[in-house]
């Protein structure tokens, strides 16, 4: 399992996302699932991946063979607006899924991966969208303004809460990273280290990129001051009437 999200905002995009693929007593592989790709003045494009490594592996992949192949059919170049690099992954995935599906199934596995694309074109909006496996995408609306990947239950209740279209790129950041924290307390198949990109609205430059393990000092205060905050809160919730009574 994994777990990533991608929040839009008036600012700009935040993305972020764990990289553990796999999780057991004595067995735990990482990888990246946050992939770059930038144009400075022209556009930026950031893809998130969940569900079969393979997969996800083999599309990207084929984005790249499709970028330095003069005479591919289309690539991220192409594209006139972000929705089309979202439909294009889409195409990819399921071409991935069907080359590889007989043998899949018949060992009793699942070849299928979801993504989140997002960036910005140039005399374009930034945008965020999620590619099902199935090809199919939609984007985030003004009343949800972040979507997620993977496991998504534990990480969502803060988002719920803070996240608008006014909330500032580094409030986003800092929310995105306690979704994540938040993630990986309650499940073990989400961990470290955490790739975390910002990217400004209109700039047309690479996000500002980091990566996050347990042991950064920055990641480490934060989880600090988020669970002192937490108890501090609900130290001050409401008595009922009969404490007040004793």
Same mark, same amino acid.
């Given at each position: $399992?994994?777990?990533?999200?991608?929040?839009? $905002?008036?600012? *700009?995009?935040? @993305? &972020?996302?764990?990289?553990?693929?796999?999780?057991?007593? /004595?067995?735990?592989?990482?990888?990246?699932?946050?992939?770059? @790709?930038?144009?400075?003045?022209?556009?930026? !494009?950031?893809?998130?991946? +969940?569900?079969?490594? +393979?997969?996800?592996?083999?599309?990207?992949?084929?984005?790249? =063979?499709?970028?330095?192949? +003069?005479? +591919?059919?289309?690539?991220?170049?192409?594209?006139?607006?972000? @929705?089309?690099?979202?439909?294009?992954?889409?195409?990819?995935?399921?071409?991935?899924?069907?080359? @590889?599906?007989?043998?899949?199934?018949?060992?009793?596995?699942? *070849?299928?991966?979801?993504?989140? !694309?997002?960036?910005?074109?140039?005399?374009?909006?930034?945008?965020?969208?999620? !590619?099902?496996?199935?090809?199919?995408?939609?984007? &985030?609306?003004?009343?949800?303004?972040?979507?997620? =990947?993977?496991?998504?239950?534990?990480?969502?209740?803060? =988002? %719920?809460?803070?996240?608008?279209?006014?909330?500032?790129?580094?409030?986003?950041?800092?929310?995105?990273?306690?979704? =994540? /924290?938040?993630? $990986?307390?309650?499940?073990?198949?989400? *961990?470290?280290?955490? %790739?975390?990109?910002?990217? $400004?609205? *209109?700039?047309?430059?690479?996000?500002?990129?980091?990566?996050? %393990?347990?042991?950064?000092?920055?990641?480490?205060?934060?989880?600090?001051?988020?669970?002192?905050?937490?108890?501090?809160?609900? /130290?001050?919730?409401?008595?009922?009437?009969?404490?007040?009574?004793?």
């Amino acid at each position: $399992m994994t777990y990533c999200l991608a929040i839009k $905002m008036n600012q *700009g995009l935040v @993305f &972020a996302s764990d990289s553990r693929t796999n999780a057991g007593v /004595d067995y735990v592989r990482t990888y990246c699932k946050m992939h770059r @790709f930038c144009w400075p003045g022209e556009r930026i !494009v950031v893809i998130l991946s +969940a569900g079969n490594l +393979a997969t996800a592996q083999g599309v990207v992949n084929r984005i790249q =063979l499709d970028f330095e192949d +003069a005479g +591919a059919e289309y690539n991220l170049l192409k594209a006139k607006h972000l @929705f089309e690099i979202a439909q294009y992954v889409g195409r990819l995935s399921v071409a991935e899924q069907r080359q @590889f599906a007989e043998a899949i199934e018949t060992r009793g596995g699942d *070849g299928s991966a979801t993504f989140i !694309v997002g960036g910005q074109i140039r005399n374009h909006s930034p945008e965020i969208y999620l !590619v099902y496996p199935e090809g199919n995408s939609i984007c &985030a609306s003004p009343e949800t303004p972040f979507l997620q =990947l993977g496991e998504t239950k534990y990480g969502k209740p803060i =988002l %719920d809460r803070i996240i608008s279209a006014e909330t500032t790129l580094d409030d986003a950041a800092r929310c995105a990273l306690v979704s =994540l /924290d938040s993630t $990986m307390r309650s499940n073990i198949s989400v *961990g470290p280290p955490l %790739d975390l990109a910002i990217y $400004m609205a *209109g700039s047309l430059e690479a996000p500002h990129h980091v990566t996050l %393990d347990l042991a950064s000092p920055f990641f480490r205060r934060l989880q600090r001051r988020w669970n002192e905050g937490l108890q501090r809160a609900f /130290d001050r919730l409401p008595r009922f009437d009969w404490e007040e009574k004793r």
